[in-house]
């Protein structure tokens, strides 16, 4: 593989390698944007009632650069939290991020259509999802139903089959969303990047 996935112990040590060479404004603009994040998490996990007015204060007499550190750290926070939901709570996540994104963005009419086209975007999927698992299902189980009755007939007694758990059932709903996740993941990188380019 070549890529290694790091402990957090060797991730934390080569943090603390960059602290140790880096100069006195890189150590500044390292802990603002670890504020900027920290910030973004306390939003998302509604531990803050003033957002706007937490990050207004931490932009207060900031030189450009700093201010831009600072948006970067906020918005990745934000971004990271808006993922292809697998599960219901990871869209209530990604929603609460995109009202985090839509704060930032509030002067900028155009990005807060982008967070509504990036929402629909989410729930689409989640539907999307939902309707092709379903049909999946209910063409699975048309495929069963004989098969039930054959083993019912030859035991003597009911016999029920989760499709659910059949190995072919798995396999094929594995293929088509991998199919859904790329097609869907594109569009998602799509509006993840329209943010990262405004703060960089």
Not at 115 to 134: S, T
Not at 145 to 152: C, G, P
Not at 175 to 190: A, H, N, P, S, V
């Amino acid at each position: 593989m070549a890529e290694e996935i790091k402990s957090t112990l060797e991730i934390a040590l080569e943090k603390a390698e960059k602290i140790g060479k880096a100069s006195k404004e890189e150590l500044e603009l390292f802990q603002l944007k670890e504020e900027a994040q920290r910030l973004s998490a306390k939003f998302l996990r509604n531990e803050i009632s003033d957002f706007e007015n937490s990050l207004s204060n931490l932009l207060k007499d900031k030189t450009p650069q700093q201010k831009k550190v600072i948006y970067q750290g906020v918005v990745d926070v934000f971004l990271k939290n808006i993922v292809l939901p697998k599960y219901e709570y990871q869209l209530d996540d990604a929603k609460r991020a995109l009202e985090g994104l839509k704060k930032i963005f509030k002067k900028v009419p155009e990005m807060s259509k982008v967070c509504q086209q990036l929402e629909a975007l989410l729930k689409e999927y989640v539907m999307h999802k939902e309707a092709i698992y379903n049909e999946l299902l209910k063409r699975f189980n048309a495929g069963v139903a004989a098969l039930e009755k054959a083993l019912s007939d030859q035991l003597g007694a009911e016999v029920k089959v989760n499709v659910e758990e059949h190995p072919q059932f798995k396999e094929e709903w594995n293929k088509i969303k991998e199919k859904l996740d790329e097609e869907y993941g594109k569009q998602l990188e799509y509006f993840k990047n329209l943010f990262r380019k405004i703060v960089s």
